[in-house]
């Protein structure tokens, strides 16, 4: 239940961050202007470009700057497009960018370390345990 009563439905925890993102997709390169959110599921942007539902992509999450910093990897698939951004599921996801993934999310959450950290661990990678 959220604060006001209502259950959240979401399976992850999102926190509010922006951070360069990159999408690619077949000859198509773009960086987001700004990203709105981000989960262990997938991440909501504004950009100037934007791509169909269901496109598939790569999204690269770079925190830091430049050469010292650390990207995450991702290949996920465009769930929502609108004329000014776009939100894309995580599909597919390799360990070292998982773990600074989950990294990333227990450490600029809002929420009660316990409650991000059990999203993680009843999930098994990106998908929820049976």
């Known amino acids: 239940m959220d604060k006001k009563g209502e259950q959240n439905l ?13 999408v690619k997709t077949g000859e198509i390169s773009f960086n987001a202007t700004k990203t709105v959110d981000l989960s262990m599921k997938g991440v909501s942007l504004i950009a100037d ?12 999450i770079f925190l830091g700057n430049g050469d010292l910093g650390i990207t995450i990897d991702v290949k996920g698939k465009v769930k929502r497009s ?5 939100a894309i599921e995580f599909t597919e996801i390799d360990l070292d960018s998982y773990e600074y ?3 990333l ?20 990678g990106l998908k929820r345990r049976t």
Do not use: K, W, Y
């Not at 979401?10 to 990159?22: H, S």
């Not at 609108?82 to 776009?86: A, K, T, V």
């Not at 450490?107 to 999203?119: A, G, I, L, R, Y």
């Open 10 to 22: 979401r399976e992850f925890t999102r926190i509010p961050i922006n951070v360069r993102v990159e």
């Open 82 to 86: 609108i004329e000014s951004g776009m």
């Open 101 to 103: 993934l989950q990294n």
């Open 105 to 124: 999310l227990m450490h600029n959450s809002h929420t009660v370390h316990d409650v991000v950290e059990e999203e993680i661990h009843s999930h098994l």
């Open 49 to 60: 470009q934007t791509l169909p539902v269901d496109t598939e992509c790569a999204v690269a």
